[in-house]
């Protein structure tokens, strides 16, 4: 436990952390509804890979287009009030979203349109939320900080939202939305009692601040192995999840209200990852590790599509979460400890654009190619790219 110049008591177990942990995890909770249900209502009034497809693409394209200058702003604004006006802006365009659909104006353009706004005002809020992080835990307690968040990640995102989803969606999709507008209202209220810290930040010319961010990031042989990772595991990621709920529906011929129950699966093994990672890690080394998960993950996507049964698909979902989270904590451990407190929102960002840039490019191939093949092999597909990525980066991840 320490304290900054600003008197803020820094640790995991502290006020000002729990306090950023409980907002975090009940705006998760309206995602995760939403990042069920507008997939699933996109397949299921739409039938079309395409569509499908398109949303996705929507719902990616901001972390391409939006991120590096917001990260470049975070920096020079108060983290707290950004994630504050981010909760604000995404509770009035999901309630929106939600009667759109409630009166069955919710065209797949809207669905886009939608998609894209809520995904930029989030990019402004996960660099916020990255510094707070970073501001409140305190170097010492980051592989805990970041298993916690995870953690509630998982809980909120992918347990809690999805199961919300399959009820909410089964009596009125619309309700689904109209959740996730509360969530956000709620969640800024919790974000405004949340200690406004912050690392000393320069201001200067923008352009040359994002340069600045991006050139730390590449010339940093421990963060450029992360990056090339994550971007190739992220356009793999986007690819399979544009398809999740039209294979369940189509291939292993799940109900509709029962497809969040896949991500329910997912999220019981990402509960056990965040748990498993930091003790492997201590065990094993972090770069070890992280590479086992990345192998994992591949093999998973792989066997997801290979074998359309349920209790197969079951299983490849738990594996999913596993490998997905125990990657996800020790991967921005070693970010945020690679990165210079003042440079942490630009960085966080630049990271961003440049793992999760080819996000829309994976999410809109995969509409084409299940169409010209099926939607298994999209899995296949992306399994043999993560597990050759796992082989491929190996050495730089266990040096990093």
């Known amino acids: 436990m320490e304290r900054d110049v600003g008197h803020t008591v820094k640790g995991v177990r502290e006020q000002g952390f729990r306090a950023l942990t409980r907002a975090w995890a009940v705006s998760l909770v309206g995602d995760g509804v939403r990042v069920v249900a507008l997939p699933l209502f996109t397949a299921a009034s739409t039938r079309s890979p395409l569509a499908v497809s398109a949303v996705a693409v929507a719902l990616t394209l901001p972390w391409l287009l939006v991120a590096l200058p917001a990260g470049a702003l975070v920096d020079r604004w108060r983290p707290r009030t950004v994630v504050l006006v981010a909760h604000s802006l995404r509770t009035g365009v999901t309630g929106v979203l939600a009667l759109a659909v409630h009166t069955g104006h919710a065209t797949v353009v809207v669905l886009c349109a939608t998609a894209f706004v809520l995904t930029s005002a989030e990019t402004f809020a996960d660099s916020a939320s990255q510094v707070l992080l970073v501001e409140l835990a305190g170097p010492g307690e980051l592989e805990a900080a970041n298993g916690r968040f995870v953690a509630v990640e998982t809980v909120g995102m992918d347990l809690a939202g999805p199961l919300a989803a399959a009820a909410l969606f089964w009596w009125d999709p619309a309700a689904c939305f109209a959740l996730d507008a509360l969530s956000f209202a709620v969640a800024a209220v919790l974000v405004s009692r949340v200690p ?73 093994g990402a509960l056990l990852g965040a748990w498993l990672s930091p003790r492997l890690a201590r065990r094993w080394g972090a770069g070890r590790v992280m590479v086992g998960f990345l192998a994992l993950l591949g093999a998973a996507f792989a066997l997801f599509g290979l074998t359309p049964w349920l209790v197969v698909a079951v299983i490849a979902c738990v594996l999913f979460g596993l490998a997905s989270a125990g990657w996800n904590v020790l991967s921005a451990t070693r970010r945020q400890r690679l990165t210079p407190g003042p440079m942490m929102g630009r960085v966080t960002s630049a990271y961003r654009v440049l793992a999760w840039g080819l996000s829309p490019l994976g999410a809109g191939l995969a509409g084409p190619l299940a169409q010209a093949t099926s939607l298994g092999a999209v899995y296949v597909v992306a399994g043999s790219i993560v597990g050759f990525t796992a082989i491929l980066l190996a050495r730089p991840l266990v040096r990093g």
């Open 196 to 268: 406004d810290v912050a690392a000393e930040r320069s201001g200067g010319d923008l352009r040359g601040q994002l340069a600045e961010g991006a050139r730390f990031l590449v010339r940093t042989p421990g963060l450029r192995s992360l990056v090339v990772a994550v971007a190739i595991t992220a356009f793999c990621a986007a690819a399979i999840n544009a398809m999740l709920a039209l294979y369940s529906i189509q291939v292993l011929g799940l109900a509709e209200p029962v497809v969040p129950a896949l991500v329910v699966c997912m999220a019981a």
